[in-house]
């Protein structure tokens, strides 16, 4: 399983983007990158998922450069709302490897101010 | 309606005692998994099941049993509780897109062991 290396805390503004770099030296080729966001005492949420270059959707960008060894999650125009917990999660693509499972590090903790 | 249900959603306890959470889904999917969350260190994966004649250890899988008792069913068992197993727990669900696996969680089951 690939290990990944977050910020652990991020402060920014109602209003500006926000930008959260994960690392993933050792990904393999089957992995792809996924991103949870998590508010106090909920479970956590699917942000977005990616294999390589950028997707997009609704509500967030992900960028992955062409080395696969990091990746960025991109908020828009933040709101207090957004305060809460991202984590990254490298794993194999279903099937690829059965016995694969999906690891959780300690994610990073964004914290919008007005 | 919750597609996944956990209970109880709160539980105290004393040290020595059983508990057993429960978790059911109706999304229909064929994983299930089991995390526990303490603060300041993310999730952390204690058993896995792939369907319900599948059942695999996690990151932190002593003192805790499991039991996948049909695909929508998977409960978590504490034979005797200890106080460090105070945690909030999460049941989640996976499902696959093409190719790539989303989780969804449960909201969550607190536990205190006195």
């Known amino acids: 399983l690939a290990k990944t290396t977050q910020p652990i805390s991020m402060d920014s503004y109602e209003g500006q983007e926000v930008n959260i770099t994960c690392s993933h030296n050792?990904?393999?080729?089957?992995?792809?990158i996924t991103w949870y966001q998590q508010f106090p005492s909920q479970g956590p949420r699917f942000i977005i998922q990616?294999?390589?270059t950028k997707v997009t959707n609704e509500v967030a960008s992900l960028f992955i450069p062409a080395d696969r060894k990091s990746s960025t999650l991109s908020l828009p125009r933040v709101s207090l709302s957004d305060t809460a917990v991202y984590y990254c999660?490298?794993?194999?693509?279903?099937?690829?490897?059965?016995?694969?499972?999906?690891?959780f590090g300690k994610g990073t903790r964004l914290h919008i101010l007005p | 309606d919750a597609d996944v249900t956990q209970t109880p959603r709160n539980r105290i306890t004393k040290t020595g005692k059983r508990i057993m959470l429960e978790c059911s889904q109706t999304?229909?999917?064929?994983?299930m998994y089991w995390y526990r969350q303490d603060p300041g260190l993310g999730l952390r994966l204690i058993y896995y099941?792939?369907?319900?004649?599948?059942?695999n250890k996690g990151e932190i899988s002593d003192g805790y049993s499991v039991s996948r008792q049909a695909q929508a069913k998977f409960s978590l068992s504490l034979e005797s509780a200890i106080p460090n197993q105070t945690a909030l727990y999460f049941c989640?669900?996976?499902?696959?897109?093409?190719?790539?696996?989303?989780?969804?969680f449960g909201e969550g089951s607190r536990l205190t062991v006195l």
């Open positions: 989640a669900t996976s499902d696959r897109r093409g190719g790539q696996e989303e989780l969804f």
């Open positions: 050792n990904i393999a080729t089957n992995d792809y």
């Open positions: 990616g294999y390589k």
């Open positions: 999660l490298v794993g194999a693509i279903w099937g690829m490897n059965r016995d694969d499972k999906i690891i």
């Open positions: 999304k229909g999917h064929d994983r």
């Open positions: 099941s792939f369907d319900v004649k599948d059942i």
